[in-house]
């Protein structure tokens, strides 16, 4: 008798199944509006920087769903490999764009804005020792914020794509 035989087996692949179909389109839906609000405000902006990481996050999140919908219409497991794939492609977008925002940070326009109100005027409430430190450090601790972003998106992202690589070929028939 094989594996897929057992009624006790057959029902917690369907429960697997269930969890990859939701938190798959929980994903892809999430990065279609995320990516969609985001270009939205980058057209506004006029930043080609975040058109262009709004349109990555956008094809992520659609490819997302139509690894999505090929496994729930067709049964076929392996998209779950795709997907995988596809979350460290994500990754690896969010980090590109951070390293860009990163390297392309000018200190000084970063300590001119904090001098100007409404800014200064909460960090005229700190001695100025400690307001000094604050506008020196404002760049690097900018910089530090974009690396942990980075490090975190490695994180979610990549055991997203753990969940979702461990899928068999086809769905056992019920």
Known sequence: MAIDDHPEQRAAEKGKDRLFLALSGINGWSLVVAGMVSLLISGFARSLSGIIISLAILIHGSLELSFRKTASERGD???GRRMAFNQMGLATSVSLYLAYQAFSLEPDAVVEALMRPPIYDVLVLY???VRT?????????????YALAAIVS???????AAFYWPRRKQAPVS
């Open 77 to 79: 497991r392996s998209q």
């Open 127 to 129: 001695p100025l020792d």
């Open 133 to 145: 430190w604050l506008i020196q450090s404002a760049p690097k601790m900018i910089g530090s914020f």
């Open 154 to 160: 490695w994180i979610v992202c990549g055991a997203t």
